[in-house]
């Protein structure tokens, strides 16, 4: 890509008023040869509106590792999060490409190395090159296996892939993005559920432990007659 060659040494990126409205248009990011900050504007940016846009920005972007974004130092925490939040939606986005679609998601390099690793396990195995499912498989385990540090993985680099190839069906298409919609959607209900519980736990956190710290310090200063008291349960049981 151009911008790779014009700006190899290229480390962050600053968008205001740039009118991204979608996360596909984050995808675009890739083109670069690293990134290790980026601010996003809340200001001229509509996706910013969207609660989950820094996450998918980090399940996308996660070889980059990025360090930074909108000045605030990203944890550990937060990629383990996107991972957890958008990693299903690669998958399943992946499951509708056959074999030549996922083979064009990787560098030549790459792809030569996939493919002369499955043709080793086949001859060791004996699977049959016809077995288009066994044969998808394996090119999937032997890209996981020999993917370089750094380097994206057909999971994350599917969900930007542009293809030369029309659709079986208009229904095949509709199909895909219903799915598609329908888990982003199950997604962002189970994450905010998540948010909801944890901001409720921390309202009535301060109290519980209080009353939890409060209640041992009464049995221990009147041990024996709690000990007394145990015992009378026992024995009624």
């Not at 396990?121 to 090159?129: F, R, Y």
């Not at 599917?158 to 293809?163: D, G, H, I, K, V």
């Not at 229904?171 to 919609?181: C, G, L, Q, R, Y």
């Not at 994450?191 to 049995?219: G, P």
Request: aromatic share 6%; glycine share 2%; net charge positive.
């Amino acid at each position: 890509p151009k911008l790779r060659v014009r700006f190899p040494a290229l480390q962050g990126l600053t968008f205001s008023f740039s009118s991204i409205s979608s996360l596909k248009q984050l995808n675009a990011l890739t083109a670069v040869r690293r990134l290790d900050f980026l601010s996003l504007s809340p200001e001229g940016n509509p996706v910013t509106n969207f609660s989950l846009w820094k996450y998918y920005l980090l399940y996308r972007l996660s070889h980059f590792n990025l360090r930074k974004i909108n000045e605030v130092d990203v944890s550990m925490t937060d990629t383990v999060l996107a991972e957890q939040l958008f990693s299903d939606l690669g998958h399943v986005t992946l499951q509708h490409f056959d074999i030549s679609r996922i083979l064009c998601l990787l560098p030549d390099v790459r792809r030569k190395q996939v493919l002369g690793h499955c043709d080793t396990l086949e001859q060791k195995k004996s699977v049959s090159p016809k077995h288009t499912e066994d044969r998808r498989k394996l090119i999937l385990a032997a890209e996981q296996k020999n993917r370089p540090i750094g380097t994206e993985s057909v999971n994350v680099a599917a969900l930007s892939y542009n293809s030369t190839v029309r659709p079986k069906s208009a229904k095949t298409s509709d199909k895909v993005h219903i799915a598609s919609s329908q888990l982003l959607d199950e997604i962002v209900a189970s994450a905010i559920a998540r948010q909801n519980k944890l901001t409720a736990l921390e309202k009535v956190w301060n109290s519980v432990l209080r009353d939890a710290v409060r209640s041992a310090v009464n049995e221990f200063t009147s041990l024996s007659a709690t000990v007394d008291k145990a015992l009378s349960a026992v024995q009624e049981t």
